[in-house]
């Protein structure tokens, strides 16, 4: 079945460690790919996109993601977590075909705890 | 600019009422989509509306659901005779034309006693 999956839900990382966090995708063809955050309580903001071109994507609050066609992931990382970068992360996607309305399907999301 | 707006923010209803949700675009959006985010679950698509006409509802649920756009005003998720299991946070977002991005609101939690 066509989806989007985070296979980490909860992620626990050391305040200074880097970060990567996990999504696939399964599709015949490349998706739009987002990546959201979610602060409790909060609505979804925007961290950065993947339409096409450069696989190596930047975003704000320092995250990026690399775009892998071979493995059909668009993983999201972070060098160094600051305490602030606790909150729930989305993948999602646009899917092929779905251009035209633009909807987004989302992955179950991963939790990030920071320790400090 | 303000951001994507939605109210109530907290919305509280008991077993057959109705829930209104409304949600205002950022200025210069016309597509509106609204999802829901069950606890412990990610969000789910249920509809796209460009002013005036809804484009896509095949995230809807086939009954009690509905919503509009109209060519004044925010577009409005209505849900009639609500049932416990539709307590969820329910999400609008917003974009331009032709853009594929999308700008989210606060959302709206929604909590049937």
């Known amino acids: 079945a066509q989806s989007v999956t985070q296979p980490d839900i909860h992620i626990t990382v050391s305040e200074g460690a880097s970060l990567e966090l996990r999504c696939n995708y399964s599709?015949?063809?490349?998706?739009?790919l987002f990546w959201y955050v979610q602060s409790p309580g909060q609505g979804l903001q925007l961290l950065l996109k993947?339409?096409?071109?450069?696989?190596l994507v930047q975003g704000i609050k320092g995250f990026e993601a690399e775009f892998k066609r071979s493995q059909s992931s668009f993983n999201l990382r972070k060098p160094s977590v600051h305490w602030s970068d606790a909150a729930e992360y989305f993948c999602?996607?646009?899917?092929?075909?779905?251009?035209?309305?633009?909807?987004?399907?989302f992955g179950q999301g991963t939790t990030l705890q920071v320790k400090p | 600019n303000a951001g994507v707006m939605q109210n109530p923010r907290h919305l509280v209803r008991r077993r057959g009422q109705e829930a209104r949700l409304r949600c205002s675009p950022m200025?210069?959006?016309?597509?509106v989509y609204w999802y829901r985010q069950l606890p412990e679950e990610g969000l789910k698509f249920m509809v796209y509306?460009?002013?005036?006409?809804?484009?896509?509802e095949s995230g809807m649920p086939k009954e009690r659901f509905s919503a509009e756009f109209p060519k004044e005003g925010p577009s409005i998720l209505r849900i009639q005779q609500v049932v416990r299991g539709d307590s969820a946070a329910y999400f609008c977002?917003?974009?331009?034309?032709?853009?594929?991005?999308?700008?989210f609101g606060p959302g709206t939690r929604l909590t049937v006693l």
């Open positions: 977002a917003s974009s331009p034309p032709r853009v594929n991005e999308q700008f």
């Open positions: 599709y015949g063809a490349t998706p739009y």
């Open positions: 993947y339409f096409s071109g450069d696989t």
């Open positions: 999602a996607v646009v899917p092929p075909g779905s251009s035209n309305t633009g909807k987004l399907i």
């Open positions: 200025k210069g959006h016309s597509h």
């Open positions: 509306l460009q002013k005036e006409n809804i484009i896509d």
